[in-house]
């Protein structure tokens, strides 16, 4: 049985570190190059537009935008 591809940028992590969009980046532990940043959507495989949500990395939890704002 032939694997699963895997991306090239991120290597299935499906997101990648803002500061090196080259690099995987985890919810755990950061980009695997500085260990730290932001994550951003890898653009090869999980592209999102106004149609299309990207796949959240595992334990994202969304912020709720709907109470009292400072």
Known sequence: ?????????CRGARWVCENHPDRPWSADTGCEYC??????????????????????????????DSGIRN
């Open 35 to 64: 260990g730290a940043g932001a994550g951003m959507i890898c653009p090869d495989c999980n592209p999102a537009d106004g149609f299309t949500h990207p796949i959240l990395p595992p334990g994202f939890v969304e912020d709720d």
């Open 1 to 9: 049985m032939t694997p699963a591809p895997t991306c090239k940028r």
